[in-house]
């Protein structure tokens, strides 16, 4: 079975250029994640779906930030402009749902690295 | 606000010796527990789980240790070995704090010398 793909694995843009990731979860996974691993620290969520429906997007930063899961498969998350910040590994990881919430393992992909100069 | 913390950033062992990795936390509403395993230029993995109405879990050489009146958490790895060398994450979530999210520590690097 795959496991999460993502790409690019890595990207180097200029400031206040725009940049997006692209992640394709496993095969009937419904939850789907974008997570942000800043250098040296754990990995924060950015935003949650459940199949098309972004459930958990309150630690997205909406003003230059956005993502898309059309048709509830394969998501994008977009960042624009970018700034120096935003330098970090982006992490996709999918999920399905067994019934608690604890019960979801979460797959992750290789993640993407960002470095905005 | 750092709900969950890995104080020790690196740890170092001799193979066949134990590892033990902690995680402290502070919400006292989170009610369920994982370790992640992450070698370079790969995504974490997951290793083992438990919850809160458990002290402790076990599977083979992996036992995570809950200790919820001092929101304490630990894994145990014995006998360590060489392909155990990867940093380590604790998270941690329960259905009261924001239902599925993980919230992660900052890992720890564990080095398994041969």
């Known amino acids: 079975e795959a496991g999460v793909v993502q790409s690019p694995r890595y990207k180097i843009i200029e400031k206040k250029q725009p940049v997006a990731f692209w992640c394709n979860p496993i095969?009937?996974?419904?939850?789907l994640y974008w997570y942000r691993q800043n250098l040296g620290q754990g990995p924060e969520l950015l935003i949650r779906y459940e199949n098309e429906e972004a459930v958990d997007d309150s630690q997205l930063p909406k003003d230059r930030f956005s993502a898309e899961r059309l048709k509830g498969v394969d998501s994008t998350l977009k960042i624009q402009p970018a700034e120096l910040g935003d330098s970090a590994v982006y992490l996709c990881?999918?999920?399905?749902?067994?019934?608690?919430?604890?019960?979801?393992?979460?797959?992750f992909g290789p993640g993407t690295r960002l470095l905005v100069l | 606000d750092q709900q969950v913390k890995q104080n020790s950033p690196s740890l170092s062992v001799q193979e066949g010796r134990i590892s033990i990795l902690n995680c402290d936390y502070t919400?006292?509403?989170?009610?369920?527990f994982l370790w992640y395993k992450k070698y370079p230029a790969e995504g974490p993995t997951f290793l083992i789980s438990i919850s809160s109405i458990k002290d402790k879990n076990e599977d083979g050489r992996f036992t995570v240790f809950l200790n919820k009146s001092a929101k304490h958490l630990s894994l145990h790895i014995v006998p360590s070995q060489p392909g155990d060398s990867a940093v380590y994450f604790c998270a941690a979530g329960g259905e009261e704090t924001s239902g599925s999210r993980l919230t992660f520590g900052e890992g720890t690097q564990l080095t398994v010398n041969p």
């Open positions: 095969s009937g996974h419904n939850t």
């Open positions: 919400n006292s509403m989170f009610d369920y």
């Open positions: 990881a999918s999920s399905s749902r067994k019934g608690v919430w604890y019960q979801e393992t979460q797959y």
